[in-house]
């Protein structure tokens, strides 16, 4: 007696006739087709890809955690699910986990390493233009905003008083 996920004390005679009858009816919890995982896995990359350079780093990490305990989750249901939406009695879907959740860790890794240097290069770049023609003030203003850096100015129409008192 041994162990079992649903059952403290289960003989284990049980679990190669199991097993055995497993293979000579041929009857295996079937897999979800290639084609599906595939589009599994290239939603999440996809997904990814458009959403967390949009996000700061943490918020990312949140996104990426949720997603992998969201899909975990629907894996779960799916497997224990009785055949309600294939026609298989008394089965769910074996569901891949691996492949989505390395996309999901890989793609959420590598886009936010990217930022990484890119967001501290172009930092980089803007203090060391700018540090010497205008105050620190407007040079991290400037960091902290730089879509408002533009080639030849804006047009603008303003009034401008100057006074001269003694």
């Given at each position: 007696l041994n162990p079992m996920p649903?059952?403290?004390?289960?003989?284990?005679?049980?679990l190669h006739a199991n097993a055995f009858n497993t293979i000579l009816t041929d009857n295996f919890?079937?897999?979800?087709?290639?084609?599906?995982?595939?589009?599994?896995?290239l939603s999440i990359g996809i997904l990814m890809g458009l959403v967390v350079p949009r996000l700061k780093?943490?918020?990312?990490?949140?996104?990426?955690?949720?997603?992998?305990?969201?899909?975990?989750?629907?894996?779960?249901?799916?497997?224990q699910s009785h055949a309600w939406f294939i026609d298989l009695p008394g089965y769910g879907w074996w569901v891949d986990m691996l492949g989505p959740v390395m996309v999901l860790v890989i793609a959420y890794?590598?886009?936010?390493?990217?930022?990484?240097?890119?967001?501290?290069?172009?930092?980089?770049?803007i203090r060391g233009v700018f540090s010497r023609y205008v105050t620190k003030s407007v040079v991290d203003?400037?960091?902290?905003?730089?879509?408002?850096?533009?080639?030849?100015?804006?047009r603008k129409i303003l009034t401008v008083f100057f006074s001269d008192l003694a």
């Open positions: 649903y059952n403290s004390r289960y003989p284990m005679l049980g919890v079937p897999r979800v087709p290639t084609w599906l995982n595939m589009f599994i896995i780093p943490l918020f990312g990490a949140i996104l990426m955690i949720g997603l992998t305990f969201g899909y975990g989750v629907a894996a779960q249901i799916v497997f890794l590598f886009i936010t390493v990217y930022n990484f240097f890119i967001e501290g290069k172009e930092k980089k770049m203003e400037l960091i902290k905003n730089p879509d408002m850096i533009k080639l030849g100015g804006e």
